[in-house]
């Protein structure tokens, strides 16, 4: 009966989360305004107390920070989108150009692409040749405007959500402290919620920083090296470190690109991915382990599923907040005694072996 009860409750548990991540996979266009507005209060909560604190009231301080924060995501969109919009439009043309800078490469590749059709073709020859069947894909123009409009959409709503967290005080610390009977269990509530607060917040302010840091460093350092359009790369490079592991490889890549095509020389071109490698390397190894508590770093093979995760049910939107996800995943873990397996297991092994203080 007991083996019974336990085989019953795997079920549930399987059912659930499928059912979690089918819910997710569908309602990503209200889900994910929502996750952002709270990791973005999150983000912000250590500075919002320090400014109540120093006695300005909670709307006060909560108006003030997000509007800093729509400001400054309206001037990345401002300095870097009609830059980024030219480079869309210029896309086979910047082809070209990169095709006949590699031609030397490109030939090996067009020879194995060729050997490669002339098999595809002699095999649906010799299986009756079946037709191809061609769906018709939506505008580019169309595509990109719809893009535009849910984006704004989402990050108008996690603004406005992110507004009232912030300017709401200790209102859901009250709620939280009311919706329990016992005193014992209103403290170990408040605890618990103070210190997952605690840990995430002071994480992704500090990880911002840093982020922040890196995007001036690398603008500095490309653009030293006559890269055009460095300050472009500074924000990407910004964006970017907040996808552990893959973020740094595609902005190396993307960087590559443009030097190759921008520099004449081939070789001189190879400095500047080589720079934004080592700084972000640089940055992976020393920096980010130095400032952040050895406690909140994860595991990287959690890391890298939940990244693959999460940009295959959200696309770049689900990538980019994976990690601070997986993060606040993983401190909720470390307080509840049922979940403190799965919380060890997300955790990096030197983290595992050191006890909390």
Known sequence: MREDIKALRRSVSTLTTI?????????????????????????????????????????????????????????IIFFAGDTVRTWSDDAPNIARELKYKLSGVTEAIDAVKDASSQVEEMTAASAGGPQAVVVQQPGLLNSAVTLAASSATSISVALILALFLLASGDLFYVKLVQAFPTFSAKKHALTMVYDIERRVSGYLLTITLINAGLGVIIASALWLVGLEYAYIWGIAAFLLNYLPILGGLIGTLLVAVHAIIYFDSFSYALLAPLLYQA????????????????????????????????????????????????????????????????????????AQTRPEP
């Open 19 to 75: 059912t979690i991540f089918v819910i997710a996979y569908f309602a990503r266009d209200l889900i994910l305004p929502v996750m952002l507005g709270c990791l973005i209060a999150l983000t912000l909560s250590p500075i919002n107390r320090y400014l109540q604190k120093q006695g300005l009231p909670a709307a006060v301080s909560a108006v003030t920070l997000i509007l800093l924060a729509a400001g400054s995501i309206a001037a």
């Open 279 to 350: 700084l972000t390397a640089f940055e992976a190894q020393f920096v980010t382990p130095y400032l952040v508590s050895k406690r909140l770093e994860l595991n990287t093979v959690a890391v890298f599923l939940t990244v693959v995760l999460w940009a295959w049910l959200w696309g770049v939107a689900g990538a980019l907040v994976a990690v601070p996800f997986l993060l606040v995943f993983k401190v909720i873990c470390d307080k509840i005694d049922s979940l403190k397996v799965i919380g060890n297991f997300l955790g990096a092994a030197e």
